[in-house]
């Protein structure tokens, strides 16, 4: 069975795990005991409208209210910013099918780590989650949540833009939202939940007062609409780069495939609803805004809905930073909730200390990953910036979805008589990875900086620890896992995937 794989390789034994349970209780930790009598699991929680919240409600976040500007910037004209618009969905909808055959296909949580691990083995898997754990989830928290604050600031304009309240904002939006996620699966759902609605009813109106517009004859920007198109391939890769940060979010649900109810049906079609619904508001958000102001004043605007706002809502208009704030919260829940998950899935391989993987033995939640994940994005918040942290997330990112599609095409040469749910013409996972390899040279050759390098050499960085720690296990962690499991109340848990 393709999930026991993963403790067979790393382990070499699936009751390692187990036994240290019970030594745990021989050394007096009530736990020990408490799991093997209880059986503590993740429930099976996510039907399919939570699978679709999840995937809408982290995909949407601050990207459809900061990127119009600097699309239609780059591209040059309204024709092509919409044509990014559309075809960035276009590729998360690629990017969302090839991960359903995997979703479906290696049915554990933990999203690229199990994929890579059944495709490429511990080493690749383990590179995966170091740079999704230490870069690619804390830095995608760290952007929303910093957004947000800066949204924040602006209810206070006379104020200015001081950086250190700002953070402060960013971090204590961090913690609620460590403290939601690891006392309930539940709450963290209905937070999700509560806040897709939120922010869909906001867009709704932004694309309502657009068609409004449309139908009053406010239709100039259409016309002619291509002139003053770039003509730089390379320029309009980096406005693909600022419309898929807005997109970012369609993979979440394959990281708690095993907290799905239904999987085999569920996941497919969560993602795929996710990502068209997605696209259809964010292409119909775009051409509103463009009801309302021209081009030359979108460019002008530093807050793009903001200014939507004053235009067409008058008096009203608060609602839309409001909105704004309720995207992002729930955007940045939707990482933390989906990104605990990937500590989850490599502590419980032994890829992490174990105790990561252990979750609350009354509340069931992944109460250590979520922690960490969460204490390295306040780190980040302390010492970076947005812009480089989006550089570095963007590169790392499609790296590794490009690698995660590699697999998928190698999976079947390797997995070739397995039984599949999906199986997608092969033509589009090809297509996806030609696209993930443009992305992450052309911002290269477009303009080689040192931050490129940095990224790569932490790529590939993570190998300084696997080689002592993962693969020599030359550090005993065995007290602090005691401990820390009476401090927290966790366990192992039992549940195995199929
Ligand atoms: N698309 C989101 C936004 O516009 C960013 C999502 C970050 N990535 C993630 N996996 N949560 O802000």
Request: aromatic fraction near 10%; charged fraction near 15%; hydrophobic fraction near 50%.
């Amino acid at each position: 069975m393709s999930g026991h794989g993963v403790y067979e390789k790393l382990t070499g034994d699936n009751g390692v795990r187990h036994r240290k349970g019970e030594e745990t209780s021989d050394q007096g930790s009530q736990y020990g005991s408490v799991v093997i009598e209880n059986e503590v699991e993740l429930k099976k929680e996510v039907g399919l409208i939570g699978g679709i919240s999840l995937i809408v409600g982290t995909i949407i976040g601050s990207g459809i209210f900061i990127s119009p500007k600097g699309v239609l910037q780059m591209t040059g004209s309204v024709g092509l910013s919409l044509i990014v618009w559309a075809g960035s969905g276009v590729l998360a909808m690629l990017g969302s099918l090839c991960y359903s055959e995997l979703g479906t296909l290696v049915k554990q949580s933990g999203g690229e780590y199990a994929y890579l691990n059944e495709a490429f083995g511990p080493i690749v898997a383990f590179l995966y989650a170091w740079n999704s754990i230490i870069v690619i989830r804390p830095s995608s928290i760290a952007i929303i949540c910093l957004t947000f604050a800066e949204y924040v600031e602006s209810f206070f304009p006379s104020c200015g833009t001081p950086q250190i309240p700002m953070k402060i904002v960013a971090a204590a939006a961090i913690v609620t939202l460590m403290i939601v996620n690891s006392l309930s699966v539940k709450a963290a759902a209905r937070v999700q939940i509560l806040f897709t609605a939120a922010k869909l009813i906001a867009l709704g109106i932004i694309i309502v007062g657009g068609i409004v517009k449309m139908a009053q004859g406010s239709t100039s920007e259409f016309k002619d609409s291509f002139k003053g198109t770039t003509k730089s391939p390379s320029i309009i890769a980096l406005a693909f780069y600022q419309a898929l940060w807005a997109y970012d979010g369609w993979n979440n649900l394959n990281y708690v495939t095993e907290e799905i109810d239904k999987p085999e049906k569920n996941l497919p079609r969560a993602n795929i609803i996710g990502v068209a619904l997605v696209t259809v508001v964010y292409v119909l958000t775009n051409i509103s805004y463009l009801t309302a102001m021209t081009s030359a004043e979108l460019l002008k605007s530093s807050a793009v809905a903001v200014t939507w706002g004053d235009r067409v809502l008058g008096s009203a208009a608060t609602i839309l930073p409001v909105a704004v704030l309720f995207s992002t919260y729930g955007s940045a829940n939707g990482t933390v909730f989906s990104g605990g998950r990937v500590v989850f899935v490599a502590g419980r391989a032994g890829h992490l200390p174990e105790f990561m993987s252990y979750i609350h033995v009354k509340l069931l939640t992944p109460m250590p990953s979520i922690i960490f994940t969460c204490s390295i994005a306040l780190i980040m918040i302390g010492i970076s910036n947005i812009s480089t942290l989006v550089d570095f997330f963007s590169f790392t990112a499609w790296l590794f979805y490009g690698v995660t599609v590699a697999s998928l095409l190698v999976m079947r040469f390797t997995k070739k008589n397995e039984k599949r749910v999906i199986k997608l013409p092969i033509v589009i996972p090809i297509l996806f990875l030609l696209c993930a390899i443009y992305l992450v040279i052309a911002p290269i050759v477009e303009d080689p900086q040192i931050q490129f390098l940095y990224a790569a050499i932490f790529v590939v960085g993570g190998l300084v620890f696997y080689i002592p720690f993962v693969h020599f296990k030359i550090l005993k962690i065995d007290t602090i896992t005691t401990w820390l499991q009476m401090f927290l109340e966790i366990a192992p848990s039992q549940h195995m995937p199929e």
